[in-house]
């Protein structure tokens, strides 16, 4: 028997669950949409004439890639007309985008990365998109940076769509992690994995090792403890992975197991971090969180941070719960760790 599509399951989803309504539906499946189409624009590689530099550059200072600028404009232009959405946010804008005052406005905040991991396209390494979904707050039409700045913990839905050999969409609304596979035939997303859950334990840890001389001294000595392997405290060995786009790490960790750790170094003290809050790190970390993992700071759960602004940065600490238990105490008491 075919397994059940994305559509399928949202119906399924909303018969059981009140949080998952017809507005929530619509709009996964138009994000979904919006990523089969950013999954064609990739996979025509060069003879799509969408490689390298747009010669623009982005609210992060970042130079974008042609790919950054098309995953964009195609995730606006699919959300702005369905009547779910009061607003979107993405990691190439500066502000907030309102939907059009010629199409209705509906209840739900969408913010994401669009591509992320851009920096991989050129050497066919697999790149994703992230996204988080918001109530916008009672009787707000017209929504302001203000708004969207809540909690994780707010989310109401979250996701990634990795694109590497096989285009997977990632999914939670809040009860439980489930994995859909792209079917190009026929251009459906089929459930392919349901329930996902990471491993508690694992022997598999992903780091930029080449900032290592900027972490703060319990990053120092966690990595440490981990390159000792069996023959330090950890009493084992340990294996190391870097992908370098989020969503190939995490997907991995969704997979197999492992800890994804970007943490506050001297390079990055000065911002926050590395990682977006907003639509890299909360979207990831609820999606970690409801398979069975855990996300901190490094020293707090990550999810409960209440942002600033839009694009504020945070050091990340996500994957197998116990390690990130672990990784983290040797943040908060670094004579227990
Ligand atoms: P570095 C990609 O630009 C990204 O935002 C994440 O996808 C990825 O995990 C990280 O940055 C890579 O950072 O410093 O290793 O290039």
Redesign the pocket.
């Known amino acids: 028997m075919q397994p059940i599509s994305l559509t399928q399951h949202l119906i399924e989803e909303q018969r059981r669950h009140a949080n998952v309504n017809a507005e929530l539906r619509l709009l996964v499946e138009v994000v979904a949409r919006a990523c089969k189409r950013i999954s064609i624009a990739l996979g025509k590689g060069a003879l799509g004439g969408v490689l390298g530099e747009a010669g623009t550059g982005n609210v992060q200072g970042e130079a974008q890639k042609k790919l950054d600028v098309i995953s964009n404009e195609i995730l606006l232009e699919a959300n702005a007309w369905g009547g779910h959405l009061a607003a979107c946010a993405s990691e190439e804008m500066a502000d907030p985008y309102p939907i059009p005052d010629v199409y209705p406005k509906g209840n739900y905040l969408l913010l994401f990365d669009p591509l992320?991991?851009s920096?991989n396209i050129d050497v066919n390494i697999s790149v994703g998109t992230i996204f988080s979904v918001l109530r916008c707050p009672e009787g707000v039409v017209n929504p302001t940076e203000k708004e969207f700045l809540q909690p994780g913990t707010q989310q109401v839905a979250a996701g990634y769509c990795a694109y590497g050999p096989n285009t997977l969409l990632v999914l939670t609304t809040g009860h439980g992690v489930n994995v859909f596979t792209l079917d190009r035939e026929i251009g459906s997303f089929r459930l392919t994995r349901a329930n996902a859950i990471i491993p508690e334990d694992t022997s598999e840890f992903a780091i930029?090792a080449s900032n290592q001389r900027f972490w703060e001294p319990p990053m120092q000595r966690y990595v440490a403890d981990l390159l000792a392997g069996a023959t330090g405290p950890r009493g084992r060995d340990f294996n190391m992975r870097w992908v370098?786009?989020?969503v190939g790490?995490v997907h991995r960790i969704l997979t197999r197991g492992g800890v994804f750790i970007?943490p506050l170094d001297a390079k990055v003290k000065a911002k926050g971090g590395?990682?977006r809050l907003l639509y890299?790190a909360n979207p990831m970390s609820f999606i970690v969180e409801q398979a069975g993992g855990a996300a901190t700071t490094g020293r707090s759960r990550l999810m409960e941070v209440q942002p600033e602004h839009l694009h504020q940065r945070v050091p990340v600490f996500l994957g197998s719960k116990h390690e990130v238990e672990t990784a983290t105490r040797y943040h908060l008491d670094p004579a227990a760790a």
Do not use: A, H, I, V
């Open positions: 992320d991991g920096s930029n370098g786009s989020m790490d970007y590395r990682l890299e």
